[in-house]
Structures are given as structure tokens and as C-alpha cells.
């Protein structure tokens, strides 16, 4: 059974630091882009940020660069995310997803992942 399984989320306070786990089962991440997308309450889900499969290109939104950190461990069929600096806009459920077919641009685009996890709330306030 294909499965992803998002873990790690919960409180965090503003400027805080959280790192999100995304594990496979079922089938490998190796040959797999793995992105990460948020929903907010009333917002569409966006993209977050993206790893490759060959770790040498990772893409991310705007709203993040420069705070959360995408990478992945092949051994332990998982990607993880760093969330640091956090603002209160980051509160959202968080998923992760797999793909082989998007590229540097096209990532973002939901509809290019085959598989998602059930997602994980990351909540930011004081």
C-alpha cells in the first residue's frame, strides 16, 4: 500500500522553529520529487517548497525562502522540512506529496503529484 505520512506539526511560537517528516511506505522515494503544500483556513493550498530526486535542486515559494529548509534522507525513505523564523502566516495544515513529473517549473502545481499524505497542522502564535 502507497502511503506518505506526515508527522511533526503542532505550536510553535512566533520566530520559533518546527521540522516536519514526510515517510514512505509501500514504494520508494528515490525516483520522486517531493513537495510540500499548505492550506490555510479559506485559502488555497499552495506550494511550500520542493526536493528533486536528485537532492541537487530543491525550489521554494517566496513567502519562505530564506526560512524553511526542504531535504530528504533516501535511507529512511523521508523528506523533511525545517520551518524556522516562523510567522503567524505559516499557520496551516501542511502536506507532502510525490511526483515524477514536475520540474523547476511547474512544482508548485498540485495537480502534477499522484500521492499525498493526510497532512499535519502547523499552528504559529504567541
Known amino acids: 500500500q502507497v502511503q506518505l505520512v506526515e508527522s511533526g506539526g503542532g505550536f510553535v511560537q512566533p520566530g520559533g522553529s518546527l521540522r516536519l517528516a514526510c515517510a514512505a511506505s509501500g514504494f520508494s522515494l528515490d525516483d520522486y520529487a517531493v513537495g510540500w503544500f499548505r492550506q490555510a483556513p479559506g485559502k488555497r493550498r499552495e506550494g511550500v517548497s520542493v526536493?528533486?530526486?536528485?537532492?541537487?535542486?530543491?525550489h521554494y515559494a517566496d513567502s519562505v525562502k530564506g526560512r524553511f529548509t526542504i531535504s530528504r534522507d533516501n535511507a529512511k525513505n523521508t523528506v523533511y522540512l525545517q520551518i524556522a523564523s516562523a510567522k503567524p502566516e505559516d499557520t496551516a495544515v501542511y502536506y507532502c506529496a510525490a511526483s515524477k513529473y514536475v520540474g523547476s517549473s511547474s512544482w508548485f502545481l498540485s495537480s502534477l503529484y499522484d500521492d499525498w499524505g493526510q497532512g499535519t497542522q502547523v499552528t504559529v502564535s504567541s
Open positions: 526536493i528533486m530526486n536528485t537532492q541537487r535542486y530543491k
